[in-house]
């Protein structure tokens, strides 16, 4: 899981070094079409179990969260700020799965799980806290709580799969449908990028290895973690993305930052020490 966090946060600097016009919800797109098809092909390949054994309330909240929390989050930032947005997202997110998961799975989080992420948290404030501020806008930060609840809602709704069916089947059903959510975007903004050069790379990468491949690892980390520890051990994509951003994009490297990376990482170690759930039984055979 923290494999596929870290891929995670390579999206930011991706998206910085792709060409002119490129922009977040066409980004939102190509990494969610790119990274389905991808999907697709691969539980196809492994010959996975029908489609109509998935349905009912986990796969239709999975999808449902899945397309909203991209246009929740960026919506957010567009009005707050990213300093703002990111922490109001980063924040909630590994409280609001953990409410939920008491709430519909009975899970409960032990001190180790609250340690970790008052560090962990605290540590990602850190981190996002030292830029430029920006302006704290009401609709913004409701967007942004938004984006955790859909993220919440996510690891809840995928958990319950992935206790019944192989992850990579999950994965590939929840980006198809939400691509097809998402593909109107391509209308709000000219996706002509994509077909440069740079853009090409930039797609591929977004849909090969921040999307399909962090997505495998993800599932099939998810399916022997808590949905708790889950959320916070996902807190690894800000550290990414801050030292993404300080060595490739050559930002002002800050104490701040230094510091919240080294608060994430302890609060990360923390909670990769609890004891897992019981497993459950191997399905991706």
């Known amino acids: 899981m923290l494999a596929a966090a870290t891929l995670w946060g390579t999206t930011g600097t991706a998206q910085a070094l792709g060409p002119d016009g490129i922009s977040p919800a066409t980004v939102s797109v190509v990494r969610m079409a790119g990274g389905a098809t991808l999907l697709l092909y691969a539980a196809i390949a492994r010959r996975t179990t029908p489609l109509r054994s998935l349905w009912g309330w986990p796969l239709v909240a999975a999808i449902a969260a899945m397309a909203a929390s991209q246009p929740l989050f960026f919506s957010g930032v567009a009005r707050t700020g990213v ?4 922490i109001v997202t980063i924040g909630s997110s590994p409280i609001l799965a953990s409410l939920l998961a008491w709430m519909v799975r009975g899970e409960r989080v032990g001190p180790r799980w609250v340690v ?12 996002v806290s030292g830029g430029e501020a920006g302006g704290v806008d009401a609709t913004g930060v409701v967007y942004n709580l938004g984006a955790g609840v859909a993220w919440a809602v996510y690891l809840t709704a995928a958990k319950s799969l992935l206790d019944r069916h192989p992850p990579v089947f999950v994965a590939a059903v929840v980006f198809t449908a939400s691509a097809v959510i998402l593909a109107p975007g391509l209308l709000v903004d000219d996706p002509g990028w ?3 050069a740079r853009g090409l790379l930039v797609a591929a990468w977004l849909a090969l290895v921040a999307t399909a491949g962090s997505y495998i690892l993800f599932v099939h980390g998810l399916r022997g973690t808590s949905v708790a520890a889950a959320a916070t051990l996902t807190l690894a994509e800000p550290v990414t993305a801050a030292i993404l951003g300080m060595t490739v994009l050559s930002e002002p490297t800050r104490a701040s930052t230094l510091l919240g990376i080294a608060v994430v990482s302890a609060g990360l170690f923390v909670i990769s020490r609890d004891r897992p759930p019981e497993p459950v039984p191997d399905l991706s055979a």
């Open 83 to 86: 300093a703002v947005g990111t």
């Open 116 to 127: 970790a992420t008052a560090m962990s948290v605290g540590g990602a404030v850190l981190l």
């Open 194 to 196: 994509i077909w440069t």
